[in-house]
């Protein structure tokens, strides 16, 4: 079995093009020895690759091909499995792009392929090559300057902290999600805890069967009281629910609609978060609950966007205010076209629907950089804010390493 990777990146502009010839030599010999077989564009300013050959020998060559200094923003567009290879001789063979006629290129490279069934016309690889030549995706390749051009610099003038426990049954963290560029706070998240701080999971751990329903409705007043004493009056508080808990615990909505009141606040500032998973299984039952958190002036949000498998049929149906796009999709979404692909898909489509887009768990600056590139404008995340319990935490802005 061979592997086959394909990847694009940047080359660096300080970087005199004549390196590349010595980059060529050295990478051809290498490349001869690992039995592996390379393909090199180069338009002047980007890189496109195709690497293929024993798997564990590709993937080893590909990893010091990351962490070469000569080029950045290295995006991964491929990673695939063939019976032969494409191009038959190792070593590596470079095109400049710059020398060629567009529709020469292509047959060029077609003619180095060595298959015994020739390149076919609809092979994966031989498609990214024809994308890449034509340019045709290039409105989606993002080029973001490197970590450090941003530094993250902690505001504490509104962290606020609650004194004292607040219930017996559990307490909350709240976490901000915002929108960096516009140095805004965008709504507060409300997670459960236990009552001494422990993990969500934690307090799930604790009830069995359907208690956990009631107990997560009833969990919100708790949410309530404390927003309401760290002084949330007319900000948006976001909450998360099981979706079944609407759906079991019987009059739900107008238990949260009193306890909303009861603490000083109103429908309008809330928004309930469900999971999507959980939303598929009983999604008439569901969408019913919702009409009534919807009539009654509640925002409803789609937690963990992407996640499960029926993310989309669930979009088909049911439109929310507001979608959060999975960590697992957003994790090093800089240096994978897969992902690439799929939240730019996610953007377009919510964009034509006119669903608010929040991507959670940023991490680091460039998975927070390439989003921004996409259009997404508002972000919750460790790199911005932790979860504080009992209290607001202070929120880490970006601001240009060179203007500080
Ligand atoms: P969630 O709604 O997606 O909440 C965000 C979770 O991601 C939180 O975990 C938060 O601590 C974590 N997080 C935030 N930023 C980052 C980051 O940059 N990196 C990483 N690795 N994690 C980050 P937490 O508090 O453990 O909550 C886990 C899940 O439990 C929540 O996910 C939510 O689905 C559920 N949950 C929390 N509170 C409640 C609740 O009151 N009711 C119900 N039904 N579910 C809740
Ligand atoms: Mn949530
Ligand atoms: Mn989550």
Not at 238 to 247: A, E, I, K, R, Y
Not at 384 to 401: D, H, N, S, V
Request: hydrophobic content about 40%.
């Amino acid at each position: 079995m061979l592997t086959t990777i394909i990847y694009r990146s940047h080359f660096r502009d300080y970087v005199p093009v004549t390196v590349l010839e010595d980059m060529v030599v050295a990478a051809n010999e290498k490349n001869s020895k690992a039995g592996v077989s390379g393909i090199l564009l180069f338009n002047g300013k980007l890189f496109f690759q195709l690497l293929e050959g024993p798997d564990e020998n590709v993937r080893a060559i590909y990893q010091t091909i990351c962490e070469d200094e000569r080029h950045h923003n290295v995006v991964e567009l491929m990673c695939d499995y063939s019976p032969s290879r494409r191009f038959g001789k190792s070593g590596m063979e470079l095109f400049d792009l710059r020398t060629y006629d567009r529709h020469e290129v292509l047959q060029t490279v077609m003619d180095k392929g060595t298959t015994r069934f020739q390149l076919i016309y609809n092979d994966r690889a031989l498609q990214f090559f024809r994308t890449f030549v034509a340019e045709s995706e290039i409105e989606n390749y993002f080029e973001i300057p490197p970590a450090d051009y941003w530094e993250f610099i902690p505001d504490s003038t509104s962290v606020r902290t609650l004194p004292g426990r607040y219930s017996e049954t559990c307490s909350f963290a709240f976490q901000p999600i915002i929108d960096p560029l516009a140095r805004e706070r965008v709504t507060l998240e409300a997670l459960i805890r236990t009552p001494s701080g422990e993990p969500a999971q934690r307090w799930f751990d604790g009830l069995q069967g359907d208690e956990i329903y009631e107990a997560d409705l009833k969990s919100k007043s708790v949410a309530f009281a404390m927003a309401s004493a760290l002084g949330l009056a007319g900000q948006s508080l976001s909450v998360n629910l099981l979706p079944m808990t609407l759906v079991k615990v019987p009059n739900a909505v107008s238990y949260l609609l009193e306890e909303i009141a009861a603490h000083g606040l109103v429908p309008e500032q809330i928004v309930v978060e469900f999971t999507e998973n959980e939303v598929i299984s009983r999604l008439d039952d569901f969408t019913c609950s919702v009409r009534e958190l919807k009539a009654a002036g509640i925002g409803v949000a789609i937690d963990h966007f992407g996640g499960g498998f029926g993310g989309l049929l669930l979009l088909a149906q049911f439109q929310p205010d507001r979608i959060k796009i999975n960590r697992d999709l957003i994790r090093d979404i800089h240096k994978s076209g897969p992902r690439q692909a799929i939240v730019l898909a996610i953007i377009k489509c919510c964009t034509t629907l006119e669903i608010l887009i929040s991507a959670v768990g940023i991490e680091k600056a460039e998975e927070w950089m390439w989003l921004e590139s996409a259009g997404v404008s508002q972000f919750q995340g460790h790199l911005f804010a932790r979860p504080q319990l009992a209290g607001i935490p202070a929120i880490a802005w970006p601001e240009r390493t060179e203007d500080i």
